[in-house]
Each structure stands twice: as C-alpha cells, then as structure tokens.
C-alpha cells in the first residue's frame, strides 16, 4: 500500500532540500527516503552500540 505524508515546512526549507536533492541526483521525494532512511539506519546502529556497552558493563567486562 502506498501512503503519501505531507509536510509542512518554510519555502526557503523545502528549497534548500531540493538543491541538496538535485546535487545528489535525485528527486526530492527520494533523496527524504534516503536521509530518512540514513537517519533510521545510523540511530539504530547508535542504539545496538549502547545496548552492547550496557551488556558489557553488567558482565563486568566494561570501562567502570
């Protein structure tokens, strides 16, 4: 199913998103999924990281 998400932001926003998205070679609508996606991804990474350095703090195998 395809959704459509609309977003409300200020003129000089949505122009600069379209350079960035035009200096990469995409289309605005792509290059939002590919920073979102980038964003989603590098948080989720972040939160493995953190998960790792808790499970090692509690086997005592961590930086005090």
């Known amino acids: 199913m395809n ?3 609309k977003i409300d932001m200020p003129d000089e926003m949505h122009a600069e998103l379209e350079r ?3 200096a990469a070679g995409m289309s605005l ?3 939002l999924v590919d920073v ?3 964003r ?3 948080e989720e ?3 493995q990281e953190n998960a790792g350095k808790a499970e090692e703090t509690q086997l005592g195998e961590g930086p005090p």
Request: glycine share 0%; charged share 20%.
């Open 20 to 22: 960035h998205a035009a």
């Open 36 to 38: 979102l996606i980038a």
């Open 45 to 47: 990474s972040l939160r």
């Open 29 to 31: 609508e792509a290059y």
């Open 40 to 42: 989603i991804s590098r």
């Open 3 to 5: 959704r459509q998400l």
